[in-house]
């Protein structure tokens, strides 16, 4: 259906923020008023400001930035912090707040003349205006559908955390029922399965009884690792291979250690390394006794949440809180049999790849949402 055509300054009154604008030296302390801020994030943060707030009854307007065009439709009571944003009202018994809303962000300017978008710009365009009884059907039309997208990506969250948890799960699953033969295996279902492990319960040795620490003086030229390097909580390396010289003193290691990092150890950051090279001396290299566990079984006690958490508790200094390594290696390590060990590091790699994937399908539908919502809003007001 064609409807008649109005331009947006015509059917959408707009004034200053004036009043409205935060005294800088009240934004801070006990917080009350939503304040809304420039840019393409408008809620910055709250004030305890009383006066001159945005009165309830002239609710709901649309707040226009007119640096970035972007808007925000505001229901409740709030102060700006910019005077470059602009308060827009529907013109009663004209349009619907909402449908303008609505409308506005399918609008793309192909050329922009003035900073200032909202006289030069948007005001000056012709919009579809059918009658308000027509615009509230609309808007209705337009939640209903743009409602179910928005219930799409809170459960599209909900499994994003799911699939964040299901390691860190599986992980305390393992050592709170290390003294059974039976361990429930978790799979992406969430329901629990046993698997039969070895007969005996496992031992348990103090750490220093079964790792050694090696921090030897590195004088090759080998590649580096700092920090940096290691992603926290997954020992992913994320830096490069190639070989690098760096003026501070560091640390050797091969492919018999795990690196640890003692500073900041909630970062939880390790690396079961498959090169040689050298590393900070935040780092420690840590050398297992085959004889009793791997490398791998090392570096899945020491990301288990509780591990962390213990040896958080040890740590000295508070801005840059280091593991106390001669309490931590008087922690008793659980030991299942070498092949036991083997077989828990396999399946969780096996789960890790699982939510690795899970998490990139996941990250894909994010876009895929956005590109709906911007398809539905430009089908309504075509």
């Known amino acids: 259906m064609n409807y008649p055509t109005k331009k947006l300054g015509e059917v959408l009154d707009y004034e200053q923020p004036g009043k409205y604008i935060v005294n800088s030296k009240n934004y801070s302390g006990d917080y009350k008023t939503p304040v809304l801020t420039a840019g393409k994030t408008f809620i910055l943060g709250n004030t305890d400001e009383k006066e001159n707030v945005f009165p309830a009854e002239k609710l709901p307007v649309i707040i226009f930035d ?77 939640e209903g559908l743009l409602g179910k997208i928005k219930e799409a990506k809170r459960l599209r969250a909900e499994a994003q955390e799911a699939a964040q948890n299901l390691l860190p799960a599986e992980l305390h699953r393992i050592f709170t029922q290390r003294h059974s033969n039976i361990l429930k295996n978790v799979g992406m279902s969430g329901k629990s399965a046993p698997v039969k492990t070895s007969a005996d319960k496992w031992e348990e040795k103090e750490l220093g009884e079964v790792v050694s620490i090696e921090a030897k003086k590195n004088t090759k030229s080998l590649p580096y690792v700092g920090m940096e390097d290691i992603e926290s909580g997954t020992g992913k390396f994320i830096g490069s291979k190639e070989k690098r010289v760096v003026r501070s003193t560091t640390s050797h290691f091969t492919t018999d250690h795990v690196l640890y990092g003692k500073l900041r150890p909630y970062l939880n950051k390790f690396l079961v390394s498959d090169f040689e090279g050298h590393c900070t001396t935040e780092f420690l290299p840590l050398r297992p006794d085959t004889r009793f566990l791997t490398r791998e079984w090392l570096a899945v006690w020491l990301r288990h949440d509780e591990t962390v958490d213990n040896i958080m508790a040890t740590t000295i200094g508070s801005r840059m809180p280091r593991a106390n390594m001669n309490l931590v290696k008087k922690f008793k390590i659980p030991l299942p049999s070498v092949a036991e060990q083997k077989k828990i590091v396999a399946r969780l790699d096996s789960l890790s790849e699982k939510i690795k994937n899970l998490r990139e399908y996941q990250k894909s539908t994010a876009s895929d949402f956005i590109s709906l919502e911007q398809s539905i809003l430009s089908k309504s007001f075509q």
Do not use: C
Not at 96 to 102: E, S
Not at 103 to 112: A, D, F, S
């Open 66 to 142: 007119d640096f970035t065009t972007a808007i925000k439709f505001v229901d409740f009571p709030f102060k700006v912090k910019s005077s470059v944003m602009k308060i827009l009202h529907a013109k009663k018994g004209v349009a619907d707040i909402k449908y303008l809303f609505y409308l506005m962000q399918t609008i793309e300017l192909n050329h922009v003349t003035h900073k200032r978008y909202w006289i030069s710009e948007y005001s000056q365009l012709e919009i579809p205006l059918p009658p308000l009884t027509e615009q509230k059907k609309i808007v209705a039309k337009l």
